[in-house]
DNA sequence: TTATGTGCAAAACATTTGCAGGAGT
DNA sequence: ACTCCTGCAAATGTTTTGCACATAA
């Protein structure tokens, strides 16, 4: 094999290949379990610990992002570099949102705390289409 | 009694009130468990899911704001006006930060998705004063 | 009086972890 | 061989819920 490169000491598994490839393959943002369904289709028998484990590995290493957004579940994404989100409130569904990212901000907020800044996010609440048409559908989704 | 005005159907019991005045006491924005305790010095026999099943109700109705951060707990907030947060990654704490809402960005955010924009929240991540300084303290606080 | 709220305990979820056996290098 | 990894199952942590009793209005 070897196709990604993985940090020091980290093996290629079948395990992480597939869960690479299946959360490469959507635009959502998936959940640990959405993906444990989606990688399950391909390894029946993989654990959902395995793949908690290693999204929460990949997410350390910079491979993919954990996305910790409103609701209840953390959410995953292989697209890496800093961009901004909008969720449904009404179908907790979550999108990428094509805004140019305001870097500038992390400087104003320097200035205005004590803390050391290292990034920030910024989630959009709202009303997706499919929500949105059809007479307001409490949560068909 | 009678102090706070509250959705119709909806009583002031002395939960409630204790609840409320507890979260208004503190800047910090405590998780159920932390607001929990807190009223428990003052109401030894309150249930945790009364805590809950309150703080979600006050949150409904706009008489407290629920934040969806990082971390695996939500927290709570008796200040209700829009305002930004920066989370401590070494030590889980949530500040407020002082930054003007940028009240454009949803305009902004508008022309670039089909959802319907209702509202956004920024976080920043960063490394508090506390654990910044002293030598990197893996997670004292 | 009566609908709403509370305490308690159990249930429901999401996530993490211990361990014995399995597999990459 | 020697680690690191996996599957499984149990444990943990957070939040929700059912129900009998209590209480605000």
Redesign the pocket.
Known sequence: ??MID?PP????????QV?LEELASVTSHP???EVYDMVRRR?P?????????????MAESGLILKLEVGG???RFDATTDLHYHIRCTACGKVDDIKLPVQQEINKMAASATDYQILSHHVEFSGVCGSCGSAAEPSSIN
């Open positions: 094999m070897e993985l000491k980290m093996r290629l598994t079948t395990q992480r869960i959940t640990a379990n390894l028998r993989i654990g959902l610990g395995t793949v908690y484990r290693n999204l929460e590995l209840t579940q953390k």
